[in-house]
């Protein structure tokens, strides 16, 4: 059991840059694959980056690539979502999600709250 709180989204102009954090309470976070996930408007939740539980292995979106940046603390038990370019198609709801495996992030086992990144001038 995995309880998950994301902070840091807010209202930023284009090609500025945020910084997401999503922090876990319980036991066993390295265990544990972690991703970030986002959901606009009128659209279905899509998949942004993950990092499996060592940092070792990571995966963005073709959308996302060379803009940002996922890593983790494990012991902060915190995974950061560094965003830099910012466009207003990046304008959604942030979601962090968690489960065992990389493989299993598919179809996250625990979700956090989601936190509002609004992109516009």
């Known amino acids: 059991q995995v309880q998950l709180v994301e ?3 807010g209202l930023v102009q284009p090609g500025g840059s945020l910084r997401l ?3 876990a309470s319980g036991r ?3 265990s544990y ?4 996930f986002r959901q606009g408007p009128g659209k279905e ?3 942004v980056a993950k990092i499996g539980g060592s940092g070792t292995v990571i995966q963005y979106a073709d959308s996302v690539k060379g803009r940002f940046t996922i890593s983790r ?5 915190t995974v950061y979502l560094q965003m830099n370019s910012l466009n207003p198609e990046d304008t959604a709801v942030y979601y962090c999600g ?3 495996g990389l ?6 086992n625990y979700w956090g709250q989601g936190t509002q990144v609004t992109v516009s001038s």
């Open 73 to 77: 603390d494990n012991r902060k038990s």
């Open 21 to 23: 954090s999503c922090a």
């Open 7 to 9: 902070s840091g989204g």
């Open 33 to 36: 694959a972690m991703g970030w």
């Open 103 to 108: 493989m299993a992030l598919q179809a996250p």
């Open 45 to 47: 939740r899509e998949f």
């Open 98 to 100: 968690a489960a065992i």
């Open 28 to 30: 066993g976070f390295s």
